[in-house]
Structure formats: structure tokens, C-alpha cells
């Protein structure tokens, strides 16, 4: 008996340890909201690292693009300054989970609302509408807009909205996923397939980036509101944050940060979008 509850007791103790290292690994082990932390002055924010003109990680360690200024604005109003503000990379495919794990505190990363993703986690915004278009090499003639898709390699990112629409609305279509626009264009470059397809936003800054490579072709042809995550239910946060994009609309900071993020390209800025307190 008395080795029987000696071992009870030893399984017992091991199980509450990894259910607590569970709970501290997924993000469960602080219990503070993103306004407690950000009235500490400290907020951890996903946006791309790897798309420029919007979110990209430069080689010496610092952020640049239109989501990193969206970002950095609302972190001011919510009282926290850049230099406290944590810098997460978020993969398309991941980030409902970074948000439901609370491994961070909101999302800016060309972050389309949709209602399947309105059923984990809550957006802000729209503070940008964009559309998916195409990016082809500069010399295909091939490829004149969607309509020319049919047989052709086309890549776009796992578990982003525009791969989901060829693969839904194209058929015909040899779509191909990676885990990043980035490898997307490497391979574009490369030949291993014709056209790239995501936002026309995205595709300027990557034109910008490699002059005289690629080349948009068509018009768009979908609309895509970009919100920003937060937590499902953190109604507090999203005004708060709907507030911020609102000042930034209103005082001309969201124009000045696309002209000095994607100016460059040639894409013109369009009119900034209504906010939608859903």
C-alpha cells in the first residue's frame, strides 16, 4: 500500500508539472490582458518579416514597412513607445494560433477579416482594403490577368486568403504553397512556376524591391479588408484600437507612412478606409 500511494503521489506531481509547463509554453501562464501590459509600457507585436514595403526585417535587425508604421502608431496610443515594443514574426498559417495562445498582443500582418477567421480571434480596422492581383517575370507574355490561369504554376502562401481562392475559384490551376511570400518570389525568379498571386500591395513592394524582374498584370480581383487581430472577446482593445486607426486616417499619419513605405513603387494610395465598428 505504501508503495501504491507513493507512486500516486509521483504521478500526481508529474502531471501537474507538465500541465503547468504546458500552460506557461502556450502563453497561459500570464494572466495580464494586452492592456495591462501595454500600460507597462511592453507589447509584442506579429507582423511579416519578409514583405517588403509592408513588414520586412532589414539585415541590420531593424523593421520597416506600412504594417510596421500601422503598428508602431497604435502602440503610441496605447502609451507604449517603440523602443518597447517586441517584434514577432507571423506566418499566415499561424496566426490565429499566436493570437489564441496569447503569444501576442495583436496582429498587423496583411491580415485579411474573413468570417472563418472571425471565429477565433476578433479584428480591428479595416485600416487597409486591398486586392489579389498577379506578379509574373517581366518577359512572360503568357499571363495577361486571371483569366490566363488555367494549366499555369501559380504559388501563394499556406493558409492565406488569396492561395484559398485559386484553389476554390480556379480550378484548373496548378497552385503550389510555401511558408512565405519569399520563397514564393525566390522560386518565381527561378522558373519553377509563372505568377505569384496575393495582394496587389504585397506584389508592388516585392516589384520595388527587384526593378525591371517582375511586372503586375490585370486588374484586381478580389477585395480584401485587412484588419488587425486581437483576442476573441477583448472588446476593450479592438476600440481602442479602432480609435488609434482612426486618428491615424484623421491626423494624415496613415498617408505619410504609405507614401514613405511604398511611395517608391508608383502604387498610388487609395482613398483610407471606413473603420467598421461590428
Do not use: H
Amino acid at each position: 500500500m505504501r508503495i501504491t500511494r507513493a507512486l500516486r503521489v509521483g504521478v500526481g506531481a508529474i502531471a501537474l508539472a507538465v500541465t503547468a509547463a504546458t500552460a506557461t509554453a502556450c502563453g497561459g501562464g500570464d494572466d495580464k490582458s494586452a492592456l495591462d501590459r501595454a500600460a507597462e509600457g511592453q507589447l509584442t507585436i506579429g507582423i511579416k518579416f519578409d514583405q517588403p514595403g509592408l513588414g520586412l526585417r532589414t539585415k541590420d535587425g531593424s523593421y520597416t514597412g506600412f504594417d510596421v508604421e500601422v503598428a508602431t502608431y497604435i502602440a503610441g496610443k496605447l502609451g507604449v513607445e517603440p523602443d518597447g515594443i517586441t517584434w514577432k514574426e507571423a506566418p499566415s498559417g499561424q496566426r490565429e494560433t499566436l493570437i489564441e495562445n496569447g503569444q501576442v498582443d495583436y496582429i498587423v500582418a496583411t491580415y485579411s477579416i474573413t468570417d472563418k477567421r472571425k471565429e477565433r480571434v476578433d479584428f480591428a480596422g479595416p485600416y487597409y482594403v486591398a486586392g489579389q492581383s498577379l506578379l509574373v517575370r517581366a518577359d512572360n507574355t503568357d499571363i495577361t490577368s486571371q483569366e490566363d490561369l488555367a494549366g499555369k504554376k501559380v504559388c501563394s502562401v499556406t493558409g492565406a486568403t488569396p492561395a484559398q481562392n485559386i484553389e476554390k475559384n480556379f480550378p484548373d490551376t496548378q497552385l503550389q504553397t510555401n511558408d512565405t511570400y519569399s520563397l514564393c518570389f525566390e522560386g518565381l525568379q527561378a522558373g519553377s512556376w509563372d505568377a505569384v498571386t496575393t495582394d496587389d500591395i504585397i506584389l508592388a513592394g516585392y516589384a520595388t524591391q527587384n526593378a525591371g524582374a517582375f511586372k503586375l498584370v490585370g486588374e484586381p480581383f478580389t477585395t480584401e479588408n485587412y484588419g488587425i487581430g486581437v483576442q476573441k472577446g477583448d472588446q476593450e482593445l479592438r476600440d481602442k484600437v479602432n480609435d488609434a486607426i482612426e486618428e491615424m486616417i484623421a491626423d494624415g499619419s496613415w498617408e505619410k507612412a504609405f507614401e514613405s513605405s511604398l511611395g517608391a513603387s508608383g502604387y498610388a494610395a487609395p482613398q483610407p478606409p471606413t473603420v467598421d465598428r461590428y
